[in-house]
């Protein structure tokens, strides 16, 4: 008997925080509609085995053909997570949802709706909530040395971006929407090749619609769709703070360099060496960070290399 085929593919990633995606799961369920047959995909991202057996006991206990979980011997971040579910997605659409995330009412078929009638559109996402229900952030500008020395309202000024903090009512052509709810067509994410598997965390979707851009196709910010997302749930789990800013960097120095060329890259890096040199001074613990973009913030040393096989 043959695979079935989805409308959408909704993945999710889990790493040590399965009651959160557990309550993602449900929230799912209750408020997608029947009308368009969606499959999800859990990746565990070699979460510790208490973990990993609660979520599995919690889906084969729900006994519904359309929800699978598969199981990574390797945390591969979130790019590599979202590929190796890919792998087993059959839906015309992709969903990459966070797992610490709540849906809205109809969110998925709003998304759904949009880009049938948007033909030029690869990617869309809707307005995050956070916890206390206030509106945030939904979509970001392409990282530049402009962006990241300027600032964005520069940038919005300068280059005429659509402003992020403005209250939006209809659909909007952005350069990127937010990480933690991507509604792709599976046939243009596949075209690009997906999410650059050598960033661990952090500028997947700025890389993706940056490549997608190039072909003509766009990313769209929908404000009538709605959800909400507690923020870094998983994250703050993968090191210390500094640990993580340094992890940032690595993957937006890796974005500069690949989307803009050596000279933009280092521009930027002698700027962030004068910087954070400076700011090591009187910080002392920025001094790891320093080191780390004095020396080029290398790829191999990513916490992508650190991770074990279970």
């Keep these: 008997m043959g695979k079935k085929n989805y409308g959408i593919s909704i993945i999710i990633i889990n790493y040590n925080s399965s009651e959160y995606t557990k309550k993602c799961i449900e929230s799912v369920l209750r408020t997608t509609g029947s009308e368009i047959p969606y499959e999800i995909v859990v990746v565990d991202n070699a979460s510790e085995d208490s973990d990993f057996m609660s979520l599995e006991d919690y889906i084969k206990n729900l006994a519904k053909k359309n929800i699978k979980c598969h199981r990574s011997r390797i945390n591969m971040g979130f790019g590599g997570g979202n590929m190796h579910g890919v792998q087993f997605a059959t839906g015309r659409y992709y969903l990459f949802l966070n797992n610490d995330t709540i849906l809205f009412k109809d969110v998925i078929k709003s998304c759904h709706d949009f880009m049938e009638t948007t033909p030029d559109v690869a990617v869309c996402g809707p307005q995050i909530y956070n916890e206390n229900n206030q509106k945030e952030v939904s979509f970001d500008h392409f990282t530049s040395f402009a962006r990241e020395v300027f600032g964005r309202q520069f940038v919005e000024n ?3 971006k659509p402003k992020r903090r403005k ?4 659909p909007i052509a952005v350069d990127y929407v937010n990480g933690s709810f991507m509604f792709f067509r599976a046939s243009d994410f596949n075209t690009v090749g997906g999410f650059d598997t050598n960033i661990f965390l952090y500028f997947e979707e700025s890389d993706i619609c940056y490549r997608l851009k190039k072909l003509g196709k766009k990313a769209y910010f929908v404000p009538s769709a709605s959800y909400t997302h507690f923020q870094g749930k998983s994250i703050d789990k993968t090191g210390m703070p500094i640990a993580t800013k340094i992890e940032l960097k690595t993957s937006m120095f890796y974005v500069i360099r690949k989307n803009h060329g050596y000279l933009h890259y280092q521009m930027l890096r002698l700027f962030f060496i ?6 090591s001074i009187v910080k002392p613990k920025y001094f790891k960070l320093f080191h780390r973009i004095l020396i080029g913030l290398p790829l191999g040393k990513s916490m992508k290399h650190q991770q074990i096989i279970r």
């Design 158 to 160: 300068v280059f005429s």
């Design 167 to 170: 209250e939006h009512s209809e």
């Design 274 to 279: 004068v910087r954070y040199g400076l700011v």
